[in-house]
């Protein structure tokens, strides 16, 4: 009988451990993806630039003009100097852009810059042959040479392919500064100054983890611009030659040796992104 039991005992064990040998096994957890986020160009940002300007204007014909009497003596003729301007720009900006669809797609934004300018104080100078009649000075129409500062606020348009963007950009400029002259001149000259720039430029998002993100921003970016500006709508003036010394209004004026004040820029800069990533 004892056998029996044990023999029945260990029959049992066999068929369960087989019973359970045939039950399906537990499936394991699917791994768990973190998905990677596409980069997109929304957010503000601001940056710093440095780059060279140069004269892009337009240079009148003829550089000798006779002075009419009785403004000054019989014979007498003003020679104009005309040199070029080049020199450093630099300074910052600030902007915003929308990007419609993440990864690549068409960016919108604004951007607002203030530069300093370096084309230094010796152009345009007037050379007065002859005497003038008393009372009058010469005024020294030094056009781009008496701009310290200009700044833009501009609108872009342009389209991203992943972190690189490709933009236009164009709207309003201003300008202004002052001229050291040995004449007095007339103050016109260094009024506050209005008109537009347009250009375009290439951008580069780089990594955020980036040796130059020392703010700790979304993205670094780089990037290479050239911009027109026109500011001709604030130098009516510089065709001014004699002017009143009491009530320094013009008195006689001349297109001859005038420049308008237009000068290109070529700029590399450097913008942190907040914002989206």
Same mark, same amino acid.
């Given at each position: ?10 029959? @049992?064990?066999?068929? =369960? =451990?087989?019973? =359970? ?26 940056? %710093? ?26 014979? @007498? ?9 080049? #020199?450093?720009? &630099? &300074? #910052? ?14 960016? %919108? ?22 005497? *003038? ?23 872009r348009l ?5 972190? @690189?963007?490709?933009?236009?950009? &164009? ?5 202004? #500064? ?29 990594? @955020? ?19 027109y500006v ?8 510089q065709g *001014? ?14 297109? *001859? ?11 590399? &800069? ?8």
């Open positions: 009988m004892t056998k029996l039991l044990a023999s029945l005992a260990a029959f @049992t064990a066999l068929t =369960a =451990a087989a019973s =359970a040998a045939d039950l399906p096994r537990r499936a394991a957890p699917p791994p768990v993806f973190t998905p990677v986020p596409v980069f997109t160009w929304t957010g503000a940002y601001f940056g %710093i630039n440095a780059g060279y300007a140069f004269d892009a204007s337009d240079r009148k014909t003829g550089n000798v003009f006779a002075v009419p009497f009785p403004y000054a003596a019989p014979g @007498t003729v003003a020679s104009f100097r005309n040199r070029s301007q080049d #020199g450093f720009s &630099g &300074g #910052g900006q600030i902007g915003y852009n929308y990007q419609f669809t993440p990864g690549s797609g068409v960016v %919108i934004g604004f951007e607002a810059d203030a530069q300093y300018l370096d084309f230094g104080r010796d152009r345009n100078n007037a050379f007065i042959s002859g005497a *003038v009649a008393p009372g009058l000075i010469v005024n020294d129409p030094r056009g781009l040479s008496s701009l310290d500062y200009f700044g833009t606020v501009r609108g342009g389209y991203a392919f992943d972190r @690189t963007l490709v933009y236009g950009t &164009g709207g309003f400029a201003y300008g202004s #500064g002052s001229a050291e002259r040995s004449f007095g001149g007339f103050r016109g000259n260094d009024s506050f100054r209005t008109g537009w720039a347009a250009g375009g430029g290439i951008e580069y998002a780089l990594p @955020t983890d980036s040796f130059l993100n020392f703010f700790r921003s979304s993205a670094v970016t780089l990037k290479v611009e050239g911009l026109n500011l001709d709508r604030g130098t009516r003036n *001014v030659l004699l002017v009143d010394a009491a009530s320094l209004t013009p008195v006689v004026t001349t297109g *001859v040796g005038r420049r308008s004040d237009e000068f290109a820029v070529v700029r590399a &800069g450097l913008n942190y992104k907040f914002g989206s990533y």
